[in-house]
């Protein structure tokens, strides 16, 4: 193929990743409203995953303090292999069935949390035997996984099964799987921060005010809701520290 075919190619087969989403809306929707009530209760959410599904799991985690405003303890990303394997394979790590439910114990889970695995062949060891155990102690159990009727799915109480079908480079879950577990990643955290109240209209207005541009992007928030010039919601925003507690003293 030329590089235009290879590409062109890539993005024919990118454009299914949605319309496979869509089909398992359901089973995400489920999910999301077992979380928010768990949520509310103080429940948390425990991604675990290997390799690819593994870093993907960590990075929709390690969005939400930012995003959203919640601590990193609320949504928890874990990888088989530890922290190292975020950035380095870890040679056989993901072939240990018991490892994740001792990385799941360090952080004393209860029956108030969710545990999504997410395995794209849904036969990865290190995941199947974290929501085995994890099911057995009484936790409600998920996974987002695009092998249909796998081991993984038949093993959890939600299974969310995306089919986005063979892969340009075979075998590759980085391609369509990976990309189509980010999307409903992005759902299952997004809808649940929403249902928890943690957005307003579709503002984020609990975000950590790190930066420069996120401070700006508050004031600007601020603005519009309560119709002040930009000094007004800058000096509102330095006195109450985030976009929603100055909206709610002033209005």
Known sequence: MSTDDILLNMNNEDQKVALAVREVVPAI????????????DGGRLFYIGAGTSGRLGILDASEIPPTFGLPH???????????TAIRKAVEFAEDDTKQAWIDLKEHRITAKDVVVGIAASGTTPYVIGGVKDARANGIL??????????????????????????????????M????????????????LMIKIGRVEGNKMVNM??????LVDRGARFIMEELHIDK???LALL???GSVK?????EK
Do not use: H
Not at 29 to 40: C, G, T, Y
Not at 145 to 172: H, K, M, Q, R, W
């Open 29 to 40: 929707s489920k999910l999301v409203d077992e979380l928010a009530i768990r949520f509310v």
């Open 208 to 213: 950590q005010l790190n930066n420069n541009k």
């Open 231 to 233: 000094d007004r919601a």
């Open 141 to 174: 159990t998920a996974c987002i996984t695009n092998n249909p009727g796998s081991p993984l799915a038949t093993s959890v109480d939600i299974p969310i099964e995306v089919n986005v079908g063979p892969e340009f480079v075979t075998g590759s879950t980085r």
């Open 176 to 191: 369509k799987s990976g990309t189509s577990q980010k999307l409903v990643l992005n759902m299952i955290s997004t809808a």
């Open 245 to 249: 507690a100055a909206i709610d003293a």
């Open 238 to 240: 330095k006195k109450y």
């Open 73 to 83: 303890e609320r949504v928890i990303g874990l990888i088989a292999g530890g922290d």
